[in-house]
C-alpha cells in the first residue's frame, strides 16, 4: 500500500474521536475496520474508472500507429544498412584477396606496371574563391623556415597554405642561415622567386617584401610566435588570426611541419601546386642538375640514384651504433649533444626496432639481393660520408659503376661547393629524374622526394625494410645467398613504391600526397591496364576530409567568427615543445 493511501487512511481514522469505546467489543471494532477497508477500496476503484474514462481511444491507437511507424521505419533503415555494408564486406574481401595474389607474383624492380595509370591532379577547383588582393587582406605572413633545404621545402609548401587559411599576404619565406648545415643561401638563391609569385598567384597574394609604408606605421615590431607541430586549420584562425588584425605583420618561426597533415580537398590540391609547380630551382641550379642526368643516361639507358644519408650528423641523430669502437662512440655521442632535447637510446633496440640507417654495404646488398645486376649504374646523393671511402668500398665493389656530382662534374661544381643547400638541390634533380630511387632513412629529403615521385606516376621508390632486414644481415652468415635474397625480397613487398602500399588518408602528406587521380580508361592501352587494375585494391587517392573551409574565403569565415570576441581579448599562446626533426 502506498504512503499516501495509508496517510488518507490514517486521516480516517483520525475522524472517530469515540474509537476506544469499541475497543470494549472486539467484534464491534473489526466491522468497523471491516467497513472503512471497502469504503476505500470502492472509492479507489471508482477514482481509477473514472480517470481512466478521461484517456479516449483515438488517443490510445494513434499513438500505437505512431509507434508501429517509428518501429518500421527504424528496421528499413537497419535492413538497408545492413545490405549496404554486407556489400561492401563482400567487396573488400575480394579486392584483398586479389591484392594477396598479386603480391604473390614477380615485382618489375624497374618500374610498376601500375605506374601508367596514375597522374598528379592539383588543378584548382571552380569553386575554389581567387587570392583576395594584398590591401584587402588580414595582414602580412611572415615565416622563417628552418632546417635543411627539404626541410625548408616543406615549411614553404605549408606556408602558402595557410596563408590561404588566414586570408593573409605572404611574404617571400626566409631561410634558415643558423642550423647545423650554416648555409647563408636565401630563397632567390635557390629557388625561381618571380615564378613563384606569378605561378600561385590566384591563389595566394605573395610580395618580396613589407612595404616601407606599412612598417613605418606600425607601433611596434612584427610579433613572433611559434605555432605547434602539425596545427589544424582552426588553431591558426583561433589563434594567430586575431593577432595578425592587431598588429598587421605577424612572423611563425621555425616553421617547419606546422601544418596539419589532414586538409581539406581544395587545400591539398594547393600543397600540391606550391610544392610540385611553384618550388622551381633557380637556372643555374636547374642546368647543372639536368647536365649531371644527361651525362648518366649517357652511359646508361637507366640508373638508380641512392640517397645514402651515411653522415655524422644523421648518424648521430639515430642513436645507433655502427662497429667503430669508441671512436666512434665519442665522435657521433659529441655531434648528438647540439640537441638538447634527444633522449638516451639503446643503439641494439634502435636497429631491432628498425629505426637505424642501413650502413653503404647494406645497401649494397639489398639492391643485389632484389635483383640489380653488378653493371647497374649507381649515383649516390650524399654529402661527407662518415668514415669516407673505407666505408664506401664494400659498395663499390659490388656496383663498379658507381658516381657522385662531384665525379661527374667537379669544375662545375666549385662555386657551389659553399653552399649546402645549393648543392642539395642539384642532388634532388638527380635522383628526381632517375629510374629507380633508394632511400635510407626516414629524413626529409627522401619524404619530399618520396611524395613527388608518387606525384609524377608512382615512379619506382624503394624504401628499406630495415626492421627486418636487419635480423637478415646478422644472419646471412648462416645461409647462402640464393636464401639471402629470397628472403630480402620477401621482407621488401610492400617497400617498392607500388600504388596500393599506403591506403589513401594515411602517411605523411608530403610523403603520401592526395593529389593523385587515375587515368580515365579511353583507349585499347588504358583497357589492358584496367584489366591489370581489377587485381588491386581500387584507390581513391583524394582524401574525403570533412572542412568548413571548403569553398569559402577563409579571412571572411573567420572574421565572421571572430564579431562576438573583442580583438582586445587577451589570447593565450601556449608554447608547445617541439620534437626533434629528422636532418635532411
Known amino acids: 500500500m502506498g504512503v499516501a493511501n495509508k496517510a488518507w487512511m490514517l486521516s480516517l481514522l483520525s475522524e472517530k474521536p469515540n474509537l476506544a469505546l469499541y475497543n470494549q467489543s472486539n467484534g464491534k471494532h473489526y466491522q468497523y475496520h471491516q467497513n472503512i477497508y ?25 499513438l500505437m500507429l505512431f509507434g508501429l511507424g517509428l518501429v518500421s521505419l527504424f528496421t528499413g533503415h537497419v535492413a538497408s544498412d545492413l545490405e549496404w555494408y554486407s556489400q561492401r564486406l563482400v567487396k573488400r574481401s575480394l579486392f584483398y584477396s586479389r591484392l594477396e595474389g598479386r603480391r604473390r607474383e614477380a615485382i618489375d624492380i624497374w618500374k610498376s606496371k601500375y605506374s601508367n595509370l596514375f ?3 592539383s588543378e584548382r577547383g571552380r569553386n575554389f574563391p581567387p587570392a583576395v588582393r594584398e590591401r584587402a587582406s588580414n595582414g602580412y605572413l611572415l615565416i622563417a623556415a628552418s632546417g635543411g633545404l627539404n ?7 605549408d606556408a602558402v597554405v595557410v596563408a590561404r587559411i588566414l586570408n593573409a599576404t605572404l611574404v617571400v619565406p626566409e631561410l634558415d642561415h643558423h642550423s647545423y648545415w650554416k648555409d647563408d643561401s ?45 596545427s589544424p586549420p582552426e588553431y591558426y584562425l583561433d589563434q594567430v588570426l586575431p593577432i595578425l588584425l592587431r598588429r598587421r605583420v605577424v612572423q611563425l618561426t621555425k616553421f617547419d611541419y606546422r601544418l596539419a597533415s ?62 667503430g669502437g669508441e671512436k666512434e662512440r665519442f665522435e657521433l655521442g659529441e655531434i648528438r649533444k647540439r640537441w638538447a632535447t634527444l633522449p638516451d637510446l639503446s643503439p641494439d633496440g634502435e636497429r631491432e626496432r628498425g629505426k637505424c640507417p642501413l650502413t653503404p654495404h647494406e645497401v649494397g646488398l639489398m639492391l643485389r639481393a632484389l635483383g640489380f645486376a653488378n653493371d647497374t649504374y649507381l649515383y649516390v646523393a650524399s654529402g661527407e660520408i662518415y668514415g669516407g671511402e673505407e666505408t664506401l668500398r ?43 630511387f633508394v632511400t635510407n632513412n626516414n629524413g626529409n629529403m627522401a619524404k619530399i622526394l618520396a611524395g613527388r615521385r608518387r606525384y609524377a606516376g608512382h615512379k619506382r621508390t624503394i624504401r628499406p625494410n630495415a626492421k627486418k632486414l636487419s635480423a637478415l644481415f646478422k644472419a646471412r652468415d648462416r645461409m647462402d645467398w640464393d636464401t639471402f635474397a629470397k628472403k630480402v625480397k620477401a621482407s621488401q613487398r610492400g617497400f617498392m613504391g607500388e600504388p596500393d602500399e599506403v591506403r589513401p588518408g594515411r ?25 591489370l587494375l581489377s587485381d588491386r585494391i581500387h584507390m581513391n587517392l583524394k582524401e574525403n576530409v570533412d572542412s568548413k573551409y571548403v569553398g569559402e574565403n577563409q579571412g571572411d569565415k573567420s572574421l565572421q567568427r571572430l564579431k562576438k570576441r573583442s580583438i582586445e581579448e587577451p589570447i593565450s599562446l601556449r608554447e608547445n615543445k617541439d620534437g626533434e626533426n629528422f636532418p635532411d
Not at 658507381?402 to 667537379?410: G, Q
Not at 605523411?508 to 583497357?527: L, Q, V, W
Request: charge should be positive; glycine fraction near 4%.
Open 38 to 62: 471497502n469504503d476505500w477500496r470502492w472509492w479507489r476503484s471508482s477514482a481509477t474508472q473514472q480517470h481512466r474514462r478521461k484517456v479516449p481511444w483515438s488517443l490510445v491507437c494513434g
Open 119 to 121: 597522374y598528379g591532379c
Open 151 to 157: 626541410q625548408q621545402r616543406t615549411g614553404i609548401t
Open 186 to 230: 636565401d630563397f632567390v638563391n635557390i629557388f625561381d622567386v618571380d615564378w613563384f609569385i606569378s605561378y600561385l598567384a590566384k591563389d595566394v597574394t605573395i610580395v618580396k617584401r613589407v612595404p616601407d609604408k606599412v612598417m613605418r606605421s606600425m607601433e611596434k615590431p612584427p610579433y613572433t610566435m611559434r605555432v605547434p607541430r602539425k
Open 262 to 323: 589532414n586538409l581539406d580537398e581544395e587545400l591539398q590540391k594547393l600543397r600540391c601546386r606550391a610544392n610540385y609547380h611553384a618550388l622551381r630551382f633557380t637556372k643555374p641550379i636547374q642546368e647543372i642538375g639536368e647536365r649531371l642526368v644527361t651525362k648518366m643516361r649517357k652511359m646508361a639507358k637507366r640508373y638508380i640514384a641512392i640517397h645514402l644519408r651515411f653522415e655524422p650528423d644523421m648518424l648521430a641523430f639515430s642513436g645507433c651504433y655502427f662497429g
Open 394 to 436: 664494400p659498395l663499390r665493389e659490388l656496383f663498379p659503376n658507381f658516381y657522385t656530382k662531384e665525379m661527374l662534374a667537379i669544375e662545375e661544381l666549385k662555386s657551389f661547393f659553399p653552399f649546402s643547400s645549393r648543392m642539395a638541390a642539384i642532388d634532388y634533380i638527380v635522383c628526381d629524374e632517375s629510374d629507380v
Open 507 to 531: 602517411g605523411d602528406f608530403h610523403e603520401y600526397p592526395s593529389c593523385i587521380c587515375e587515368k580515365p580508361f579511353t583507349d585499347d592501352e588504358n583497357r589492358k591496364g584496367e584489366d
